[in-house]
Every structure is written in structure tokens, then in C-alpha cells.
């Protein structure tokens, strides 16, 4: 039973931990009693004379609710993120505490799998490398070096989620040969299902990546994965820069072990690593897949939604669910 903020003489302060989009930013401030956690001078203090007062807190996805803040508000019922990631907030914890934890699946699946197949056919055709060519003045002088085919490539999904799948949609109609890779085959996919990343990896032309980020999957993207894709193949990653061991993909772009990697997700953002940034084989995003303006509106939209739910019912509308992906 999750902590009500119905109960009498229950809180009723929305703390809200990290910047959010500016339209739900101006519908908490207008609709909630809320505290901007990251803008107090001394956020401690804060805590240590207001944790009592908190109802839910609200958060990003990149961001979550650490331990400590968990411990810090004694009443807090619900954590609502802005994302579909949560592996900032164990949600394990949360729910001993009786703490509910929703997220926003769904609305920003389509905008993710665009940018990952954007990303793909870029690294693969050379597009942000071939229009570095044109800028620089290259053209006249020698032809842009042939790239690779997309088109009928053999492509392995790491994760068959909702994003996975709606990658998989995608490139159907790119005449891909799909396989995939899960803890536990996804029941009616006629893809073929491989029990490993190293099995998937060795058996495509092109790595995409959308697990779900967190302990469970930290470094499943390993030298011996990428070894496994081999020097003609492509690594997208789209999911978390957790997931990839990034010391080892450094090696294997600038040792040539893989032919290039498209990126959205890094281990320790911004930071990019030097050797990355130097390569032309690499295709660096600055986590965009759900940035556009309709998708990050109907993040906002179910974020606040579900807070509505909480502080009017005590429930959530997208609770994340109880088998924990890490
Ligand atoms: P989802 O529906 O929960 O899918 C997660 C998938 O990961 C499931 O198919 C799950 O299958 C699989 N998985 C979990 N642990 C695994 C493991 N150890 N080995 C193999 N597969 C594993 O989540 P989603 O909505 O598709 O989102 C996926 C992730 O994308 C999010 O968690 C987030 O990190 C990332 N994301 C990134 C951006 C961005 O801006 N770049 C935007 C949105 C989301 P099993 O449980 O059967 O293993
Ligand atoms: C956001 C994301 O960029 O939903 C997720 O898990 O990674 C992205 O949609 C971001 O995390 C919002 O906080």
C-alpha cells in the first residue's frame, strides 16, 4: 500500500529534484505546492526541515532519487520521472518504503527508434562523415570512400522492448535479417531469439542496442561482444552508455576491431571520450532520441498526469512494473 497523501494531516509538498521541461517546470509550480530541490542554496537544511513535509517527489530519468534523498523524506509516496529509464532510483527500495514509481513508456517509443535507425543508416552510409567532407572542401579533390549497404543487412536488437520492437518494425522494411536478444523470448516475435549478446552479436552485421540501463545490464556491450561483431560490423547504442563497456569500444574503434559505432548515450555525460571524438568512424549524439517537441510535450503531459493521480487518488497511472529490467 503506497503512502497516501490522503490520509488527514498527510504532506502535500511536490518536491521536484532536477530541471524538468519548462512547460511541466510552470504546470507543478501552478498546480502543486512545489520546492525546486537543485535550486536551494542549501538543499540539506531544506531536507532536514522539510523532508517530512514531501509527497512525491518529481524527477528525470537521468537523474532519479538517490538513497540518501529516499531517506531524507520520511512521508514520500510516489517518485515520478520524466523518462522511461528508472535505474537512478532503486525501485526496490522504493517499494519496501511503500514508495510508488512511475515513468513515461509508450509516448517516446517511435521518436527513440527513429533516431535509432537515423543513427544506423548514418554510421553505416557515412553521413555525417560524408557531409564533414563536402564542409571541408574535399569533394573536388578525391571521391567520398564507398560506405556500407543498409539495406538487407543483418541486424541484431539487444533488448526487445517497446523500443526494441519499434526498431525492429522499422527496419522490416529495409529488407533487414533480424535477430534479437533477451532474458526471455518475447512471446509471438517470429525474429529469431539469441540466449547472449555474444551470440548476437557474432551472428549480425550491426548491433542495436535498446536494454534497459541499471546494474543488471552494466558492461553487457563487453571487448569480447565487440570482438564478437568483429571489423565489419556497426554498434548503435541507444539505450545507456552503462550498458557499453566504453574503455573497450574506444579500443575497438580506433584499433579498427569494428567498422563504427553510432552513439546516443555515454557513460559518464557529457563527457565524451577523446578518442571518440577524433574518430570518423563514430557517429557522437548528445542523448537526443526522445528530443522533439511532440514526444518531450507527452513526456511532460504523463509526468504530470501521473502526479495528478497521486496527489488527488494516492495511485499512479504508469507505475513501472514489478519485475525488475536491472
Ligand atoms: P522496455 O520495454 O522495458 O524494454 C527493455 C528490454 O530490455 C526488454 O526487452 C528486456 O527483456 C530487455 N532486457 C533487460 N535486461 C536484459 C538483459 N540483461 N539482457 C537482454 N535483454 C535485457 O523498455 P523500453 O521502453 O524499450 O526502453 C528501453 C531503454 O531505452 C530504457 O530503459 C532507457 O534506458 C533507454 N532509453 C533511452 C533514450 C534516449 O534518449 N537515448 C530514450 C528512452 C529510453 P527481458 O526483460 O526479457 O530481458
Ligand atoms: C530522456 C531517456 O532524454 O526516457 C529516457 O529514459 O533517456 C530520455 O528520454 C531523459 O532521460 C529525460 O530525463
Same mark, same amino acid.
Given at each position: ?21 519548462? +512547460? ?5 509550480? $501552478?498546480? =502543486?505546492?512545489?520546492?525546486?530541490? =537543485? ?21 528525470? +530519468? ?14 514520500? &509516496?510516489?517518485?515520478?520521472?520524466? *523518462? ?9 527500495? #522504493? ?45 573536388? #579533390? ?13 541486424? *541484431? ?17 529495409? &529488407? ?8 526471455? %523470448? ?11 549478446? $555474444?551470440?548476437?552479436?557474432? +551472428? ?28 565489419? *560490423? ?11 563497456? $566504453? ?12 567498422? &563504427? ?7 559518464? $555525460?557529457?563527457?565524451? %571520450? ?25 513526456? *511532460? ?26
Amino acid at each position: 500500500m503506497p503512502n497516501s497523501p490522503t490520509r488527514p494531516g498527510a504532506p502535500d509538498t511536490v518536491l521536484q529534484v532536477s530541471p524538468l521541461l519548462p +512547460a511541466l517546470e510552470s504546470a507543478l509550480g $501552478e498546480r =502543486f505546492r512545489t520546492v525546486r530541490l =537543485f535550486e536551494l542554496p542549501d538543499p540539506d537544511a531544506y531536507l532536514r526541515a522539510h523532508g517530512g513535509e514531501v509527497a512525491a517527489a518529481v524527477t528525470s +530519468a537521468r537523474t532519479g532519487v538517490s538513497d540518501a534523498l529516499m531517506d531524507a523524506l520520511p512521508r514520500l &509516496g510516489a517518485i515520478v520521472h520524466f *523518462g522511461v529509464g528508472h535505474e537512478t532510483t532503486d525501485v526496490v527500495r #522504493a517499494r519496501v518504503r511503500g514508495i510508488d514509481v512511475s515513468n513515461t513508456p509508450d509516448v517516446l517509443t517511435d521518436c527513440v527508434a527513429d533516431l535509432a535507425v537515423g543513427a544506423l543508416i548514418d554510421v553505416v552510409r557515412r553521413l555525417s562523415a560524408a557531409d564533414r567532407y563536402v564542409r571541408a572542401g574535399a569533394w573536388g #579533390a578525391a571521391p567520398f570512400p564507398l560506405a556500407d549497404r543498409v539495406s538487407g543487412k543483418r541486424v *541484431g536488437i539487444l533488448g526487445l522492448g517497446r523500443i526494441g520492437r519499434a526498431v525492429a518494425r522499422r527496419l522490416e522494411g529495409f &529488407g533487414a535479417d533480424l535477430a534479437y536478444c533477451t532474458r526471455t %523470448p518475447v512471446p509471438g516475435v517470429t525474429h529469431r531469439h539469441l540466449p547472449s549478446a $555474444e551470440a548476437l552479436a557474432e +551472428a549480425c552485421d550491426a548491433l542495436v542496442v535498446t536494454v534497459a540501463g541499471g546494474r543488471g545490464t552494466r558492461g553487457l556491450v563487453s571487448a569480447k561482444v565487440l570482438d564478437a561483431l568483429g571489423p565489419a *560490423g556497426y554498434l548503435v547504442n541507444v539505450a545507456r552508455g552503462s550498458v557499453v563497456d $566504453e574503455p573497450a569500444l574506444v579500443a575497438a574503434v580506433t584499433e579498427g576491431r569494428i567498422a &563504427g559505432a553510432a552513439l546516443d548515450v555515454f557513460a559518464d $555525460e557529457p563527457h565524451v %571520450p577523446p578518442a571518440l571524438l577524433a574518430s570518423d568512424r563514430v557517429v557522437l549524439l548528445p542523448h537526443i532520441a526522445s528530443a522533439t517537441h511532440e514526444t518531450r510535450a507527452a513526456m *511532460g503531459d504523463l509526468a504530470l498526469r501521473n502526479l495528478q493521480r497521486f496527489m488527488t487518488e494516492g495511485t499512479l497511472l504508469t507505475p513501472v512494473p514489478d519485475r525488475p529490467a536491472h
